[in-house]
Every structure is written in structure tokens, then in C-alpha cells.
């Protein structure tokens, strides 16, 4: 079965740095590119960052370019997130997400049950 | 990179069709078919409905079909059952090699 699981959430003063974290399985991971998606509480979902399947592919919204950075370690299975110079508005649950082929352009057919980050003093 | 556009909400009777749809520009929706839907019932997780504009992944009803004309795509539900009350969001690839995504509708079933 194929299982995405999301953790790193959590409460983070403004200016501070988060990591989150994806673990995959079921599946040939390197076969397949991989975003995170967040949805703000009461709001609908925004793309954030994502990544081919070979990694060296990244691609990031302008909401959060130049403040996180999105990689993947295909001997561990796991995709990442590292979030710098958090903002109030950055509050979210972050889902990791499986696209359908090893780029971006297909969409997502398998999502994480999200991981919540909260950006407040 | 501007939100694709979707009404913020529709509404049917059961039984009834309906369609949502998603507008954006020649640099995304209208230069691609890699558009796909989402479905989200409140408090859970999104799932795909439909990708690369028309397909849908095994195991989605055939009550949902997806098409795109110009920069504007359209997901059609029909026979609408109380269980398909949910938001809905449409997404694509862009020139850019991101994704975007529209604002989400909410479907109503009367």
C-alpha cells in the first residue's frame, strides 16, 4: 500500500526555522516527483514547492521563494521541507504529496494526512 | 503566479448535473492539458478526481469528467449525490514548472 507520512509540524515564533519531514512507501520513490501543498485555516489549498524524482529539479511558489527549501534523500525515502524566516501567514497543514509521474506536470494522486505548523509569538 | 480562477460556490439537486469551472492563461490551463481536480470533504484529506484534464485515476466514478477549452477547464458531475457535497479544486502545471491552484469551489447538493 502506498503511504506518505508527514511529520516536523509545530508551534515557531515569527523569524524562526522549522523542518519538515515525508517518509514514503509502497512505492519506487525516486520513480516519482513529490510537492507539499498547504492549506491555511479556512482556506483553500496552495502549491508550495516540489521536486522531480531524481532531486536535482526543485521548484518553489513565489509566496516562499528564497525561504524554503525543498529536497528529497532517495536512499531514505523521505522528501523534506526546511522553512526559514517563518511568517504568521506561513500557518498551515503542510501534505506531502505523490505526483503521477517523475515530474511536476501530472497531478497528485496520493497525499499525506499533513503535518500543522503554527507561526505565532 | 496568480490562483486559477473557480466560482466560490455552486449548488444542485440530487440526481441533477453540474459544472465548475476553472479559468487561467495561456501560461498555464490554456497552454497544457495537465489539469487536474481535486475533491475535499471538510476535515479530510484532498484526493484526485480527475488528471490531465480528462482521466480519471481507477477507482473514481464515471460521474465525474473533466475537458478544457481554451484557458478555461470544466469539471462536470453528474447524477449528483448527497455525497459529493464537498469543495473542489482545480490545479496545473504552468511555464514556470510549478503547479497553481484555483480558489476551490463549494458544492451544495440541495
Known amino acids: 500500500e502506498v503511504q506518505l507520512l508527514e511529520s516536523g509540524g509545530g508551534l515557531v515564533q515569527p523569524g524562526g526555522s522549522l523542518r519538515l519531514s515525508c517518509t514514503a512507501s509502497g512505492f519506487i520513490f525516486s520513480s516519482f516527483a513529490m510537492s507539499w501543498v498547504r492549506q491555511g485555516p479556512g482556506k483553500g489549498l496552495e502549491w508550495v514547492s516540489g521536486?522531480?524524482?531524481?532531486?536535482?529539479?526543485?521548484y518553489n511558489a513565489d509566496s516562499v521563494k528564497g525561504r524554503f527549501t525543498i529536497s528529497r534523500d532517495n536512499s531514505k525515502n523521505t522528501l523534506y521541507l526546511q522553512m526559514n524566516s517563518l511568517r504568521v501567514e506561513d500557518t498551515a497543514v503542510y501534505y506531502c504529496?505523490?505526483?503521477?509521474?517523475?515530474?511536476?506536470?501530472?497531478?497528485?494522486?496520493?497525499w499525506g494526512q499533513g503535518t500543522t505548523v503554527i507561526v505565532s509569538s | 503566479q496568480s490562483a486559477l480562477t473557480q466560482p466560490a460556490s455552486v449548488s444542485g439537486s440530487p440526481g441533477q448535473s453540474i459544472t465548475i469551472s476553472c479559468t487561467g492563461t495561456s501560461s498555464d490551463v490554456g497552454g497544457y492539458n495537465y489539469v487536474s481536480w481535486y475533491q475535499q470533504h471538510p476535515g479530510k484529506v484532498p484526493t484526485l478526481l480527475i488528471y490531465d484534464v480528462n482521466n480519471r485515476p481507477s477507482g473514481v466514478s464515471n460521474r465525474f469528467s473533466g475537458s478544457k477549452s481554451g484557458n478555461t477547464a470544466s469539471l462536470t458531475i453528474s447524477g449528483l449525490q448527497a455525497e459529493d457535497e464537498a469543495n473542489y479544486y482545480c490545479s496545473s502545471y504552468t511555464s514556470s514548472g510549478t503547479q497553481v491552484f484555483g480558489g476551490g469551489t463549494k458544492l451544495t447538493v440541495l
Open positions: 504529496a505523490k505526483h503521477r509521474g517523475v515530474t511536476l506536470v501530472h497531478g497528485m494522486h496520493v
Open positions: 521536486v522531480g524524482g531524481s532531486g536535482v529539479d526543485t
